[in-house]
Nanobody
Framework: QVQLVESGGGLVHPGGSLTLSCTAS????????VGWFRQVPGKEREAVSC????????YYVDSVKGRFTISRDSAKNTVYLQMDSLKPEDTAVYYC?????????????????WGQGTQVTVSS
């Protein structure tokens, strides 16, 4: 398992932008698939985006396609989620997760390491 630390959440107006960061303790972080999930009270955790080992593939849930971008800076052991054109329905606690795996996956049970979560609130 790797230790993951998220940052970048906050309060933003509709239409605004935020960038979430997920920094890992493992120097082999680029060999991990990394996912971003979100959860609101009373609902299941939802996969938002995932980036595969060596960044060869990405996944986005339909509701964020064209607005969110996942990327990785291997030198900094960090994965980012750039969120643009934010909507109130994007409000949630966002979690990053990692697994030593070559593909992309959206199943929470597949991930072996999780961050602590960061709150994103989109409100006027």
């Amino acid at each position: 398992q790797v230790q993951l630390v998220e940052s970048g959440g906050g309060l933003v107006h509709p239409g605004g932008s935020l960038t979430l960061s997920c920094t890992a303790s493992d120097v082999r972080f680029n060999e991990h698939a990394v996912g971003w999930f979100r959860q609101v009270p009373g609902k299941e955790r939802e996969a938002v985006s995932c980036i595969a080992r060596y960044d060869v593939r990405t996944y986005y849930v339909d509701s964020v396609k064209g607005r969110f971008t996942i990327s990785r800076d291997s030198a900094k052991n960090t994965v980012y989620l750039q969120m643009d054109s934010l909507k109130p329905e994007d409000t949630a606690v966002y979690y990053c997760a990692a697994v030593y795996y070559s593909g992309v996956t959206t199943e929470t049970r597949d991930f072996t390491s999780w961050g602590q979560g960061t709150q994103v609130t989109v409100s006027s």
